[in-house]
């Protein structure tokens, strides 16, 4: 499949899920995702043998490279010791509660030990166990842990053939299945299994109800995600914000890739993460953010930038994200929001200037304050018009500054024409 087709094919699973069997663990699907929807933001983390070329990891498939060939740069990838504890440390500074790493890609290089294969991180270049040290390190710094297994797989023999060949696909299921019992038996808990690219068979042909059934025996308390042509616990859109009316989380890219490609400078702004995240939290959505390690494993220094800045941010407005509800008030031009019981936060992306003002919000105010250091603000409001005023002529907070509307109900947000309507103006 060519990263074309894939595009198409995510494109076509953003729309309404075909008639899809439901994955066990339904019954417990609340208490299983607790922490998760609490947690908002994750960090994942794209590393394999492509980060040795450092084009980006579908280089294998666009720029045709033979597996014979392919397969030496497992000689030439030596991570340094313990690169994940640096990735854990920033996910921690960053305000990240849980991080997702590919275990393996669609190249098919394990990094983990695998008794299945010996296109394995401990048994070439690397020489070690590249997930057991990702697993100690982000337990180290108290974050919940993900996998990220992709089914599809370029470097197996009956990786594509299964498609039209029964005893290929019985060889190629059976060792799927058997490395995802590896991952759920050899790491302790594991809280996150995130699968990718189900091509080219259906659930049918992947065994996904046997495979998840495996998942929930081995690891009862996990959450699994979309991608295995089950719906499992939350859905996957990927580079897009969209919500869905089941739990979701919003994978992105810093910059445009997800392994690391060396010349890719198109980096996001500390601004527009925070924005993402905001407009996730509004509609209690997780966003999770990709770093891709260089093959040393040492992070991009524009990545640890653009972390280092969201994460003072999230240190001071942290609980304006984390554990957010749904929010219906949404109409701004240099504002974004978020909510939690009847605090109204109003994030504003564009300084507006002395006065902030907000149309439309049916709710009195009861008092209004900057978030990151919990000072007053002045306010007014008549029945169209909330107004923030005496405000410094420059954002006080970088790169978003927050208000907190203590409000004296559910925030609602109508639109000041049909206030206008409901409550008619007086006359002068
Ligand atoms: C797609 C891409 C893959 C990336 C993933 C992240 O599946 O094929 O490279 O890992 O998206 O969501």
């Known amino acids: 499949m060519t990263r074309r087709d894939y595009l198409q094919l995510m494109a076509a699973a953003a729309g309404p899920l075909a008639p899809a069997i439901r994955a066990s663990g339904d019954a417990d699907r609340e208490t299983r995702m607790k922490w998760w929807h609490e947690a908002r933001f994750g960090m994942f983390i794209h590393w394999g043998l492509y980060s040795v070329l450092g084009r980006h990891e579908w280089v294998m498939e666009n720029e045709g490279i033979p597996v014979a060939e392919y397969e030496q740069l497992a000689q030439r990838f030596h991570p340094k010791p313990n690169a994940a504890r640096d990735w854990a440390r920033l996910a921690k500074q960053a305000g990240q509660k849980y991080m997702v790493m590919t275990t393996k890609h669609h190249e098919g290089f394990c990094l983990f030990d695998s008794k299945l294969t010996d296109y394995c991180a401990p ?3 690397p020489g070690r166990d590249l997930v057991k040290e990702y697993v ?16 599809m797989d370029w470097h197996h023999p009956d990786g594509a053939r299964c498609a039209t060949d029964d005893a290929a696909r019985r ?27 189900a091509w080219p068979l259906k659930a049918a042909g992947w065994e996904s109800e046997k495979m998840n059934a495996m998942v929930f025996q081995l690891q009862p308390e996990i959450i699994v995600n979309n991608r295995n042509g089950l719906e499992g616990d939350f859905a996957t859109p990927e580079q897009h914000i969209t919500a869905g009316n089941r739990a979701w989380e919003s994978c992105m890219t810093m910059n445009d890739s997800w392994g690391y490609q060396r010349a890719d400078d198109n980096w996001k702004t500390p601004r527009t993460v925070v924005r993402n995240l905001v407009t996730c939290a509004h509609d209690t959505g997780n966003y999770l953010l990709n770093i891709g390690p260089r093959p040393d494993g040492s992070i991009p220094e524009d990545s640890v930038r653009i972390l280092t800045a969201v994460g003072k941010w999230m240190e001071r407005n942290g609980p304006a994200i984390y554990r957010s509800e749904k929010c219906q008030p949404g109409s701004s031009d240099y504002a974004g929001f978020s909510r939690q019981g009847n605090t109204l936060y109003m994030h504003v992306y564009y300084w507006p200037g002395d006065t902030a003002a907000l149309g439309g919000l049916m709710n009195r105010v009861k008092s209004a304050r900057f978030l990151a250091t919990g000072k007053e603000v002045k306010f ?18 970088d790169p978003v500054t927050t208000f907190a509307l203590e409000c004296d109900g559910e925030p609602r947000q109508e639109t000041t024409e049909s206030v206008r309507k409901q409550r008619p103006r007086l006359k002068a």
């Not at 100690?136 to 089914?151: D, H, I, K, Q």
């Not at 799927?176 to 809280?191: A, F, P, V």
Request: aromatic letters at 14%.
């Open 123 to 125: 048994r070439q270049g």
């Open 136 to 151: 100690e390190a982000a337990r180290g710094e108290g974050m919940r842990v993900g996998f990220y297994y992709s089914l």
């Open 380 to 397: 007014d409001q008549d029945q169209f018009r909330l107004r923030l005023t005496g405000l410094p002529a420059k954002a006080p907070d």
């Open 171 to 197: 060889r190629f299921v059976d060792y799927i299945h058997g490395q995802i019992r590896e991952l759920l038996t050899n790491y302790g808990k594991i809280d996150v299994l995130w699968y990718d690219v």
